[in-house]
């Protein structure tokens, strides 16, 4: 007997959980300056403190991302007290992310450095980043890579493709059983002539070499226009290798914009072949959903409930898509019907059905309302804002 579609978002809302990152509620900007925010996180603290005002409008956001570079001033030595501001305020770490960007000697690259010591650079701070991983019972380390070139003939591509093989087998080797490497491709940005790992082929090849625990990341924003991403995305579940997501819209290229603004039935197209492929096999997809955006001009935690809310309404349409209906309609090639039963699911309103889910389970039903009467936004505005009049505006 086929469930009703309030069951099926009922059970989709119970397990669906998104990670939000750390740099999302700092001032961030575009590569050609930045407009301060008087409420902008500016430490580790600020950042967990509005990781849990975001978990508590929505319940859905029980971790947060974090960046070695930027949230752990002493490496390894800050672990103990990240654990701690993560009970402080009941937002656990989430995905370790490792810079292998921002240090001068990166200029040529991190993995793929012709120089053999800023490889070994590289290689150390990231097995710093897994132990850190490790101290805070983090599974997932994420793998992002500026490395390429801008002109032609500049760079060895095939001897870095080399080197990354090597660096990505050591860091594999650092592993706990536990814990999982995962590979973000990047097609342009900084690298504007070859990127090392520039699509999912690439970050595909590269995590099977690395080792048994190494998955694909998808960013939605790490793709030429056009591009098919849910396609990939089901080549990688058949493949078992989609380790996880960073989910941010765009229009043009990276652009950072808020999940859904742009292009919401990209993101739900992404949901209902997770859920298809769960149906079929039986199984449940081990993905880890994170959001990767700055936000420049909106208010950061109120674009970071925007965005989450706006996630949990298209896994929730994904959810109402019949998959009875849908594999009958696709082995009978009934190609409108099954097209419309898209369709239908998209157009569905699920929020009254996600209004219920967070009264069942005692969350304010409209987080966005709930964030705006709660005080924080003036509270940390007056706390933070004379600090952060004082910062520099600038990239120059
Ligand atoms: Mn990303």
Sequence with gaps: MQSSSSDRVFAALDRFRIEIPSWGFANTGTRFGKYMQAAAANTIEEKFSDAGEVHRCT???PTLALHVQWDFPDGVASAASVAALGKQYGVRPG???PNLFQDQHYKHGSFGNPDAAVRAAGLQHTT???????????RDISMWFADGSNYPGTANIRQRKQWFTEGLKSAHAALSSD??????????E??????????????????????????VLVDTGHHYSSQNIEQIVAWLLSENMLGGFHFNDRRY??????????????????????NFFEWETKTTADIAYMIDQSHNLKGKIEAMIQTVT???ELFAKAAVVSHELLADAQAACELVNAEAILQDAFATDVRPMIRE???????PEYPMASFRQSGYLNRITQERGERNAGSDASYA
């Design 59 to 61: 319940g859905v956001c």
């Design 95 to 97: 995905a370790i992310n």
């Design 128 to 138: 710093d980043s897994i132990e850190i991983a490790r101290q805070l019972g983090v």
């Design 179 to 188: 814990q999982r490497l995962l590979v973000e491709y990047k097609p342009f």
């Design 190 to 215: 900084p690298a504007f002539y070859h990127t090392d790992i520039a699509d999912w082929g690439m970050a595909l090849l590269l995590a099977r070499a690395a080792g048994p625990q190494a998955r």
């Design 253 to 274: 290229a990276d652009d950072d914009l808020t999940l859904g603004s742009i292009d919401p039935y990209q993101i739900f197209r992404i949901f209902h072949e997770i």
């Design 310 to 312: 706006m996630a949990q």
């Design 357 to 363: 889910w967070r009264k069942a389970h005692g969350l």
